[in-house]
């Protein structure tokens, strides 16, 4: 299955895209690559316990998932990590404050696209579990969980499941 119709360039029906991977148009021979999106993602700890966010759009929407989001053009990895726990809950972080864990791949179906990103995971230790939601329109709740009660099936994403499944249950 294809999220393409036509080919963008002539308009043309006869082409291929097997695995949502390489669109090749038969016709003209327009190539589009669909190439990975890389994105971050923060685990919070305090104590003995991890931050999830309650997604309150889909994909997953309803689900467990860690702060980040998608890494601008331009921008690094770090920035990107800096960037989304601003705009998310408000909290100033800096590089020095992020410990890499690890990258995994995930599946991201956005109104029927579905885009393969590479998660790059980092933890960042906090002093305190007083946080509050800035941006309300993403989520639709914080919840601090203890490491030892993380439920994997509340988890949305594969990737997301699959990091803390491996370096956070006790």
């Known amino acids: 299955m294809t999220f393409f119709k036509f080919c963008p360039s002539c308009a043309s029906t006869h082409f291929e895209f097997p695995e949502n991977r390489r669109f090749l148009c038969h016709d003209?021979?327009?190539t589009y690559y669909h190439n990975i999106a890389a994105a971050v993602?923060?685990?919070?700890t305090f104590e003995d316990k991890v931050l999830f966010t309650v997604r309150n759009v889909d994909p997953d929407k309803g689900k467990w998932d860690l702060p980040g989001g998608f890494i601008d053009p331009n921008e690094t990895a770090e920035e990107?990590?800096?960037r989304e726990i601003k705009e998310e809950l408000g909290i100033e972080i800096s590089?020095?404050?992020?410990k890499y864990i690890t990258t995994s791949p995930?599946?991201?179906?956005?109104?029927?696209?579905?885009?393969?990103t590479m998660d790059i995971f980092y933890e960042c230790q906090l002093t305190s579990d007083v946080i509050k939601i800035e941006a309300e329109d993403?989520?639709?709740e914080l919840i601090w969980v203890k490491r030892s009660e993380i439920d994997l099936?509340?988890?949305?994403?594969?990737?997301i499941r699959k990091v803390i499944g491996?370096?956070?249950l006790t």
């Open 153 to 159: 099936n509340q988890i949305g994403f594969v990737s």
């Open 41 to 44: 993602a923060i685990v919070f």
């Open 28 to 30: 003209c021979g327009f």
């Open 80 to 82: 990107a990590a800096s």
């Open 138 to 140: 993403e989520i639709q």
């Open 95 to 98: 590089n020095r404050d992020l």
């Open 166 to 168: 491996e370096k956070y």
């Open 106 to 116: 995930n599946n991201y179906l956005y109104k029927n696209v579905p885009y393969r």
